[in-house]
């Protein structure tokens, strides 16, 4: 099949990018990227400097690309009658009730994409999972096109994404692979066929790989189930190091040098956040169980246990050296995204450590380069809410905390305590001897990342 238009439904951090770089390397091709979210298409056709979505490149691109053969419109439905290849690239969050509530993937949007998909179309179309999904989904999208559909052929193929949030751009232009599952059908292999000729505008045939649908479903899990346990390993070895007297960077650059291991992922940092990792081990968690692989869940269930324990240890950590009396303590939360270089604060250690001071009466302030106040109280209040917090304790706890447009000053004005948790580069720049050694106020700093460029008394490495 012809590919000339391209249907991407969700507008979010994969779909964004990905149909921004396919616009790019594909001229000929018209690409529309569709949500229910108005709010969101108006902020893709917006300023580029407010773009939803912050990756380094990637607003050079839309202002390359947009109105041109690429798209942004909440008009789904006409963009799904119009193309040829339709991608589903919306949220799979982890289901909050029923079967399988707090681990397996909820794929309601997912079906109901599908369904709208074959209450549209009227012509054959080829139906691209790039959302996360639990493996053997595409049998699931299957049924649901066949059996509410107009009579017409849709062919599934799996197409996971392998970017990683703050270089997406770059992952997008030198992947490491471009994995593209199918059935072993003629049809089949022909829309596999499509997809291939899209990608090898760019990226070269011998970094597109070719399974069957269901070993590429899978292997998005298991891809981002090894790279979260090489983090939880080496946070669980850098509390061994604090219990012995090891250095953790020393013990990382040791074993890093391994080629068979290799040292990327081997960072020490307050524990792993973002969309991924945790929702994908606990979906790989809850199908382990559901296949009777009770021993291999319990195995993967352990990366995310080890996870949060490195958040409560660097918690405690601050709660231990200010002698357990933090109760109306000012404490800076330096960072609120999971990881420097993007807006997405989703899963971030920081909003548990915040939580957690916030709990214990502390006076918080909070400072992002990117993510400002509102969306810093949103992500407590939800986690608040998840855990059962009554309307007036919320409020009790936000009476506490502050968000500070200006850190350094912030931090020079009466603070006990400084927690760096996202490595964003300017963090490294602040003047940490000024802190640390002004005489009427002795500060504790506790490095959630090992950044910072000095060494103190009362700087606390992770």
Known sequence: MKIKNICCIGAGYVGGPTMAVIALNCPKINVTVV?????????????????????????????????????????????????????????????????????????????????????????????????????????????????????????ILSNPEFLAEGTAIQDLFKSDRVLIGSDSTK????????????????IPKKKILTTNVWSSELSKLASNAMLAQRISSINSFSAMCEKTGADIKELSKAIGLDRRIGPKFLEPS????????????????????????????????????INDYQK??????????????????KIVILGWAFKSNSNDSRESASIHVTAKLLSLGANVHVFDPLIKKTQVILDLKKLWKKNTLEKKDINRMLNNFKYTEY???????????????????????????????????KILIFDGRNILPLKHKRIFKI
């Open 35 to 155: 949500d229910s979210n108005p709010n969101k298409i108006r902020a893709w056709n917006g300023d580029l400097e407010k773009l939803p979505v912050f990756e380094p490149g990637l607003k050079e691109i839309i202002k390359n690309v947009r109105n041109k053969n690429l798209f942004f419109s909440s008009d789904i439905d006409k963009s799904i009658d119009l193309s040829e290849m339709i991608f589903m690239a919306v949220n799979t969050p982890t289901k909050e009730s029923g079967v399988g509530a707090g681990m397996a993937a909820d794929l309601k949007y997912i079906e109901a994409c599908a369904r709208n998909i074959a209450k549209v179309a009227k012509s054959d179309k080829i139906v691209v999972e790039k959302s996360t999904l639990p493996v053997r989904t595409a049998e699931k999208i299957k049924e649901i096109l066949d059996s509410e559909g107009n009579d017409v052929n849709f062919e």
């Open 187 to 202: 049809t089949a292999k022909s829309a596999a066929k499509s997809l291939i000729e899209i990608y090898s505008s760019w």
């Open 270 to 305: 307050v524990g792993f956040g973002g969309s991924c990792f945790q929702k994908d081990i606990l979906n790989l968690v809850y199908l382990c169980k559901h296949y009777g692989l009770y021993e291999v869940a319990e195995y993967w269930h352990q990366v995310v246990k």
């Open 312 to 329: 409560n240890r660097f918690t405690q950590k601050i709660i231990d050296n200010l002698d357990g009396k933090i109760k109306q303590k």
């Open 407 to 441: 850190p350094q000053e912030t931090i020079l004005d009466g603070t006990a305590a400084v927690a760096l948790i996202t490595d964003w580069n300017e963090f490294k720049k602040y003047d940490w001897n000024k802190i640390v050694n002004q005489s009427n106020n």
